[in-house]
């Protein structure tokens, strides 16, 4: 079936530095995307979301891209610190019933 | 604002008992909520959908009649896992979506409920 993955399943990054997150999705059909951000033992929380017909969106600290061409989603968090710490799912909404499809998830790891 | 809340946050149970878990939606109403399982080092699998008023609508391969989903109010929805044995120890998560924002398909999540079964 289709499904939403990512391409690293660990990043490791200094802290201070850029970090990105990449995630690839198949459903050229999902018109609504989302990051959550999962530390351990919490439920998710809501970070930013983008829809298809934007290619990118900024928050605090964050920023979104979407790329329909590749289907391919990526989150870019600036100056990454050590509370960014945590396991990162992107998250796409498809079907008339709006159920999120996950992506598996990348632990980001931040280096004092 | 979106504060999804879940009640517990643990429980030890014996095989055999049951465990019914709350999430309620504290600052928003809800018409869907959702409930998740996540096992460690895992994605979220989404159990069921569940509307108010209504029954709950079931992933594949989940078994209703051992997770009983009621979701009697906009803010209250809640999850009883029957006869309850060790390969159901789980995170359980639920979510809730924001009836007030029209259009929008954000979920927000309650911190989860940690389901140990001895």
């Known amino acids: 079936g289709e499904s939403v993955g990512l391409h690293l399943p660990t990043l490791s990054v200094q802290e201070g530095d850029n970090s990105i997150i990449n995630c690839a999705y198949s459903n050229s059909a999902s018109d609504y995307f989302i990051w959550y951000k999962q530390e351990s033992g919490k439920g998710p929380q809501f970070i930013i979301d983008i829809r298809s017909n934007m290619d990118k969106r900024q928050g605090q600290r964050v920023t979104v891209l979407l790329n329909k061409t590749v289907k391919h989603l990526s989150l870019q968090i600036a100056a990454t610190q050590p509370g960014d710490s945590a396991v990162y799912f992107c998250a796409e909404n498809a079907g008339n019933n709006r159920k999120l499809i996950w992506g598996l998830g990348t632990s980001l790891a931040v280096n004092p | 604002g979106a504060v999804v809340s879940q009640h517990p946050s643990w429980v030890i149970c014996k095989s055999g008992t049951s465990v019914k878990i709350e999430c309620r939606s504290l600052?928003?109403?809800?018409?869907?909520m959702f409930w998740y399982r996540q096992f460690p080092k895992q994605s979220l699998m989404l159990m069921a959908t569940?509307?108010?008023?209504?029954?709950?609508?079931?992933e594949q391969g989940v078994e209703k009649d051992k997770f009983l989903i009621n979701h009697a109010s906009l803010t209250l929805s809640t999850l009883t896992v029957t006869s309850a044995h060790p390969e159901d120890s789980s995170f359980y998560i639920c979510?809730?979506?924001?009836?007030?924002?029209?259009?929008?398909?954000?979920?927000?999540f309650g911190p989860g409920t940690r389901l140990t079964v001895l």
């Open positions: 569940s509307n108010e008023g209504s029954k709950a609508t079931y």
């Open positions: 600052d928003f109403q809800a018409t869907t």
């Open positions: 979510s809730a979506r924001d009836r007030g924002l029209a259009g929008t398909d954000t979920q927000y």
